[in-house]
Structures are given as C-alpha cells and as structure tokens.
C-alpha cells in the first residue's frame, strides 16, 4: 500500500516557489508516499526534474490529480484541477478562502478534504507547519536587501582614509516574525536600528536583537498574538510619537497587518513629505494595500525625494530557500495524517481540525487569524 502524492506546477503570476524539493522527496517516501510531479515544477528556481529521485513526472496536471491522494502545491490550484481530482482526496496548499469563493464552492462539491497552509494555529506544537511565519522570515530578510539597493548610502559605519560615513538609521515597524528577521539582518549588516510594534511585549525581543525600542504608550494587543485596530485617539497618539523617528530613518521597513482586514496605515502623506531626500521605504503589507499612504502595491514609486517600495510576493524572489521551508512545512504537516502508508485524519488534533478548511462536501468553520489577503490575488 502507499499513498499516491501529486505535486503541481505553480501557474499563478510572478511565483517561482515548488511545494516539494529533492531532500523533502524523499521523507515523504520513507512516510509511504508514491510521488507523482508535474514536468517542470521546479524550473523557475532552476530546479530539474533530473534532481528528482524516485519521483514520476508528468504533463497533463488533470492526470497528475486524477488519481491522487494528496495533492500539493503553494498556491491556490485552477478549478479545472480541483474538479480533475477524485471525491475524498487531499488538497494542501495556501488558499485564503475570502479571496476564493468558486474554488472553495469547487471544494465542496468535489469533496475535497482542503488543509488550507495559512490556517496552520500559531501554537508551539505548530511551530515546524507554519508557513506564515517561514516564508514571512524570508520576507524580513530580503526587504532589507531590497532597501539597501535603492539607498544612497551604506548601512554600516566605514572608516576610510578620506574620512568616516555612516551608520544608516533603520526603522523597522511591526515586530512580527518578518519585523524580526529585518531587526537582524539590518543590525548583522551594521545599521542603526529602531523597532516599533503596538504591542509592547515586543519591545525585549527587539531590545534582545540590538534594536532600540519606540514607545509611544500605546498598547493595541489583540487576539491571537496579532495586534488590533487603533482608535482614531490612539492612532493621533502613535503618529505623534512616530513622526520624529520616521523622518530620522534611510531606510524604513514595514510588516504591519490585521488578519481579514487592509493593512493599517502607519506612515502618512505628511510624514513621508518631512523625510530625508534619499530615504527609502520598504512596504511589506503591500497585499493588504499597503501601511504608507504613499504606497501603490506592486510597484516603485519616488515621492519627492523618498523611495516607496511596496513589492508584492516578496518569499517567492528567495524561490529555492522559500521552497525548502515550505516543502518542510508541508511535510511535517502530513506527517501528522501519513503513517503505514495510509492516511488517517484524528480530527481531535488540533492542528488538523484548526488547519481544515473543508471537509466531505462541507465548509470548515471560519478561518482564524492569518487568512487574510492573498498575496496572489492581490498581485
């Protein structure tokens, strides 16, 4: 007996990323699986079939699904896939089910068992299938990267002959695991850095990466560990106490987001047009639509003398590491489903019943933090 894996080309604009990557192939055999791949899965990260052990490719993506068990990839699939696979099978994969009413309605019909990867509870057990926060660390990274190439100066402090130059001043905004990861990097690349989050808790993890925290006493703690809607007397508070470090900054890096809703907005017109000619923002809620009311999603845009960066899908430029993580996600997810070369589904597990979006011809119950804006939908 085994269980038979289908993995999908990814067809959606500008994604690069695969949902299975050689080292990942082959535990998911040792876990009794058949592994069937889509003939050129993987290019787009210069990934060939060739490396590819004990995996059968093939063309037609309806005959890849039509006998599966499982069916993975990264992005949502066509309908014409969903209605190829076979009642009872396995769809895993990113959906953000708001964004997807026909394929969900596709779901249902087919009775497809969907396991939906944002959906994954941000509970410690749950730490190895979170995918969010992989591919969001990734995001940090690179949003550092992609500022410092549009900036005018360097980040670290350098001594040369001529005279000193530097340190830049990073201002990070929204200390989830993307604002971290961007603490880190900036500070390993020898900036000054600042972090700033509504929820205060966040200051010792800033502090503990060499950061300076901004209080504006200010505490937008939500549910979940996400943070909540600012009042308009809050928010008037927070611009306030913000203006100052904004305008200091080279470079400023935002990840705010509040699940299901558009990104709060963080940095105004007016505070843009105060900012130092040649400074740069980096808008990592460009999805949700942005948390600069300068940003315009998807694109590069010089306001005055400020660089505003609101790129779109940012894990899948780091395709190779963004698919390892994730590939790595998955597998630890169905992990918990494949044993003996079967699957079994204890719905009493929490992550299982928590990640479920359908189900045996029905709707899961609602999504929880995390299923907001689809980065692809919003591309």
């Known amino acids: 007996m085994y269980v038979n894996v289908a993995v999908l080309r990814e067809t959606r604009a500008h994604e690069r990323r695969v949902a299975l990557v050689p080292a990942v192939a082959s535990k998911l055999i040792k876990l009794g699986g058949k592994l069937h791949m889509q003939s050129g899965a993987g290019a787009a990260i210069k990934l060939p079939d060739a490396a590819f052990a004990d995996v059968v ?74 995918a969010l926060s992989s591919q969001s660390a990734l995001a940090g990274y690179y949003a550092v990267e992609l500022g410092a190439a549009q900036m005018m100066r360097v980040l670290p402090k350098i001594t040369s002959a001529a005279g000193v130059i530097g340190p ?39 502090l503990s990466l060499g950061a300076t925290f901004v209080d504006t006493g200010v505490d937008a703690t939500g549910k979940g560990g996400y943070a909540r809607a600012l009042t308009a007397e809050e928010k008037a508070k927070v611009d306030a106490a913000l203006t100052r470090h904004i305008q200091q900054a080279d470079l400023i890096i935002t990840t705010a987001a509040i699940p299901g809703k558009a990104s709060p907005k963080l940095i105004s017109h007016a505070q843009v047009a105060g900012m130092k000619a040649g400074a740069v923002i980096v808008d990592l809620s460009a999805e949700g639509g942005g948390n ?59 992550v299982l019943a928590k990640t479920a979006l359908t189900h045996d011809g029905r ?10 804006l689809s980065p692809a939908k919003a591309a």
């Open 57 to 130: 490719f093939m063309d037609d993506r309806r005959e890849l699904v039509g006998d599966a068990d499982v069916v993975l990839c990264v992005q949502p699939p066509a309908l014409e896939v969903v209605t190829a696979m076979k009642p009872g099978a396995i769809l895993i994969c990113f959906v953000y089910a708001n964004n997807e009413p026909a394929l969900v309605k596709a779901l249902v019909e087919q009775k497809i068992t969907c396991f939906a990867m944002e959906r994954i509870p941000r509970i410690s057990r749950a730490q190895a299938m979170d």
């Open 168 to 206: 830049a001043k990073v201002l990070v905004m929204g200390l989830g695991v993307a604002g971290l990861e961007a603490i880190a990097t900036a500070q390993r690349l020898g900036a000054v850095v600042e972090g700033y989050d509504v929820r205060p808790e966040t200051r010792e993890q800033a």
């Open 292 to 350: 600069c009311e300068d940003s315009r999603p998807g694109e590069t845009v010089e306001v005055g003398g400020v660089t505003v960066m609101a790129p779109l899908n940012v894990p899948s430029r780091l395709g190779s590491d963004a698919s390892e993580l994730y590939a790595k996600n998955q597998y630890n997810l169905l992990a918990l489903m494949m044993k003996n070369n079967i699957i079994t589904i204890d719905w009493t597990d929490e």
């Open 363 to 372: 709707l899961c119950d609602a999504p929880p933090p995390g299923a907001a």
